[in-house]
């Protein structure tokens, strides 16, 4: 509702605010003058008061406060055509026309009045006349109106409907262009990241190389993404021991590009690996720069690389551990070896019995020997082979291992032999090995 319509509201409703200090040159009442500028300072644009016919007049006050009431005939005449919007366009508008210029409106006045020094003050008590809507026609600028039921208000509604449906065509063109644009932004990147991608040094945790509970096993990660042009999928994810790589578990991942074509977000989800006591139960991101990184309580890191030397380095000690692997299971089978324990005592032998057992001389920090030549149940098999000149350490073989128990316990002496020194002990129970095949 514009200005204009509040103002004819106010003014020609019950309401009681209008007011107007008139000069009346001292007369004891107001003139019809007075009450005619009261009238018309409370009209809207266009409208203008034609005639006040006073009626009847009381003092409703004292001589010496006088407050004189009046009833009057008003007329109200137009000035202007007054109109009234009833649909826009934009910056146009179609206008139904509500009075014509001339046209005359009358009402009846009952007003108060009172004397301010030589002036009658009038306020409107009651004023009862027909409703005025809308305003006058010259508010509205040359060419931005038509009205209604004419061509022109037609030719209006037309180019407002065929700017609507232009700015919609625009719209979508738009959203299809900004589609297209995102569509070859992420197929671009998918053809970035199509490949094996191998984790190219350890995995990092807040700047340090993270290890496992031994403190010397680290992670690996290797990635195979897909060819295609989808901005979202699955990539098939290993978590691997990176000094042993067929020690794994597969890691359940899905992707998705970011919209600026500059970054995967991959969502990994994986049963620990135990070697290294890692879950990878985080968001990662990769840019092109090939860092993989998560940034949760941790930060994590690690640098991959496109099927280059990682990759092939990976395969390699892959396959040269499987063959290993495979030599080693081949030659127990040979001689019908199991897997050598830790310690003699482990394999719960009986007196004056043998076994052939697998062994790698890779003993573990802490092992100890107890012996020479013949060993106590306390020592590590794997560091008496090399003591007792089996095997050299890091080889593999199968050894025959001997469990005598004798009736007396003569005190046995510790040596340095092969680079390992050995204990004394005293027991009965004695173990003697010796090498039956060294894995080639």
């Not at 063109?173 to 350890?202: D, N, Q, Y």
């Not at 043998?354 to 020479?372: K, M, S």
Request: charged share 25%; glycine share 8%; aromatic share 8%.
């Amino acid at each position: 509702m514009n200005q204009w319509m509040k103002r004819s509201k106010a003014a020609l409703s019950t309401l009681i605010l209008i007011t107007l200090a008139a000069c009346s040159g001292g007369s004891d009442q107001p003139s019809e003058d007075d009450i005619k500028n009261a009238v018309a300072f409370n009209l809207p644009s266009g409208l203008e008061v034609a005639d006040v016919e006073i009626l009847v007049t009381e003092n409703a006050g004292s001589q010496v406060e006088p407050l004189i009431r009046n009833r009057s005939n008003i007329t109200l005449e137009f000035i202007d055509d007054f109109v009234m919007p009833v649909e826009r366009y934009d910056d146009k508008v179609v206008l139904k026309k509500l009075y014509e210029k001339g046209q005359e409106l009358k009402g009846t006045l009952i007003s108060s009045a009172r004397l301010k020094g030589e002036s009658w003050t009038v306020s409107s008590d009651r004023f009862d006349i027909p409703r005025v809507q809308g305003n006058a026609l010259s508010q509205y600028a040359e060419g931005s109106y038509a009205f209604e039921g004419t061509d022109e208000a037609a030719e209006f509604k037309k180019a407002y409907e065929d700017a609507l449906v232009k700015a919609e065509e625009e719209r979508q063109a738009a959203i299809a262009k900004a589609e297209e644009e995102k569509a070859a932004r992420v197929a671009a990147f998918r053809k970035f990241l199509a490949g094996t991608w191998t984790a190219s040094g350890p995995m990092m945790q807040n700047g340090g190389v993270y290890t496992g509970r031994d403190r010397k096993s680290t992670a690996g990660v290797e990635m195979v993404f897909p060819e295609g042009d989808e901005a979202r999928g699955v990539v098939p994810m290993t978590l691997y021991v990176h000094e042993n790589p067929v020690d794994s578990v597969p890691v359940n991942a899905g992707f998705t590009i970011a919209d600026d074509g500059k970054s995967v977000q991959i969502r990994a989800r994986s049963n620990t690996l135990k070697a290294v006591n890692l879950y990878m139960n985080e968001v990662w991101t990769m840019g092109e720069d090939g860092v993989l990184k998560a940034g949760g309580r941790d930060r994590w890191t690690i640098q991959m690389e496109k099927e280059g030397e990682a990759t092939a380095a990976k395969k390699a000690l892959v396959d040269q551990i499987t063959s290993y692997d495979a030599a080693l299971k081949a030659l127990a089978t040979k001689h019908r070896a199991g897997m050598a324990p830790n310690r003699f005592r482990d394999m719960r032998m009986n007196q004056n019995t043998y076994t052939n057992v697998i062994l790698e001389a890779t003993p573990p920090d802490g092992a100890r020997v107890l012996g020479t030549d013949m060993y106590d149940e306390d020592s590590n098999i794997a560091l008496t082979a090399i003591h007792a000149g089996v095997l050299k350490r890091g080889e593999a073989g199968v050894v025959k291992i001997t469990y005598r128990r004798f009736n007396q316990r003569p005190q046995i002496q510790g040596s340095t032999a092969n680079g390992v020194t050995s204990s004394g002990y005293s027991d009965y129970g004695r173990y003697s090995i010796e090498l039956v095949e060294k894995l080639k």
